[in-house]
């Protein structure tokens, strides 16, 4: 089993940045495969990206493409998600998400989210 922290959410203004990290601990992070998903207020839940376990790829929605990235630091048992050029549609809790060994639409262990919000 493995628990989940999300932290780096905040206020920014549209066309800025910020990286959100997810912290690891329990069973060795690096066995996982971890992902990032957001959810609007009055919208259902949606993949964002996800990093896998063994070879590190790295798979993102196509609204994101190109302006997000997941990277992992398997020494800190953290992943991250840097997010550039941020629009007022990012705005959404964002979850981080983890698999053992696979990646499933609903994964098995979730984080409890942390806010971002975009102003226009």
């Known amino acids: 089993q493995v628990q989940l922290v999300e932290s780096g959410g905040g206020l920014v203004q549209a066309g800025g940045s910020l990286r959100l990290s997810c912290a690891a601990s329990?069973?060795?992070?690096?066995?996982?495969?971890m992902g990032w998903f957001r959810q609007a207020p009055g919208k259902e839940r949606e993949f964002v990206g996800n990093?896998?376990?063994?070879?590190?790829?790295?798979y993102y929605a196509d609204s994101v493409k190109g302006r997000f990235t997941i990277s992992r630091d398997n020494a800190k048992n953290t992943v991250y998600l840097q997010m550039n050029s941020l629009k007022p549609e990012d705005t959404a809790v964002y979850y981080c998400?983890?698999?053992?060994?696979?990646?499933?639409?609903?994964?098995?262990?979730w984080g409890q989210g942390t806010q971002v919000t975009v102003s226009s």
């Open positions: 329990g069973r060795t992070a690096s066995s996982y495969s």
């Open positions: 990093i896998w376990w063994a070879a590190g790829n790295t």
């Open positions: 998400a983890a698999d053992y060994k696979t990646w499933k639409p609903n994964p098995d262990y």
